[in-house]
């Protein structure tokens, strides 16, 4: 799991519970099972209906996905592709077909297929680029349902609340608890509120920075993919990728 994303979490839950406890509240009180019920399966549901089924149903592994986090290893991608750089340097592209078992990047596996077939360098560009435009589609749609999801929890917060004030009201046969009994329905529009800009908004931001780490991935590996394909100087392909990764200006600055 992403370390940044638990410890985040937590430390909205922790100040929201402090903050309660500060003013003197009780923290049973913020407990409400139908409510939670409402909330969760309100927006889940909504989320689900609002979007294509094969889509819809990997909600839960976006979830996932968002707090696992990571981020690629950009120094040891750029290492690799300089090896190649190497070696078809020296043993000819054709050599590049006995990597491709080796390689656990499905994009730098594909790319190396297609240098080692000797196809046009702007065919192997095109080719990866319509790859890679798939991925960040793919990762966008992610980012759109947890955002939906965002969006469909405060509503379903309010018609919680709703709901229990129709119902308080409606029973109104011991009016010193009704201060408690509406206290309590509105205890819906506070799940929904709090689900939404602690857990679904966040996680959806989550994508969307992850979409933009990939595709900052995805564009070195293409531009090395090319440069082997090119057969230019392994020395100026890691030039170059450092450069694109803002590594060469990190190492020059450390030196």
Known sequence: MDVSALAGLGLAVAALVVSLLIEGGNFASL?????LVLILGGTLGATIMSFPKRQAMSLVGWIVRALRGGEPNLREIIEALVSFAEMARREGLMS??????????P???HGLELVASALDIDQIRSILEGEVEEIQQHLDTGAAMLEAAGGYSPTMGIIGTVMGLIHV??????PEKLAA?????????????SFANLFWLPLANKLKQMARVQRSMHEIIIEGLVAVAQGTNPRLVR??????????EARETKG
């Open 31 to 35: 407990i409400n099972p139908s409510a």
């Open 96 to 105: 590049l077909e006995g990597k491709l078992s080796t390689v656990g990047n």
């Open 107 to 109: 994009l730098v596996a």
């Open 169 to 174: 009201l409606g029973n109104i046969s011991s």
């Open 181 to 193: 009994s509406i206290a309590t329905a509105f205890l819906a529009t506070f799940y929904g509120i």
């Open 239 to 248: 030039d170059r990728l450092e450069s694109l990764a803002g590594l060469r």
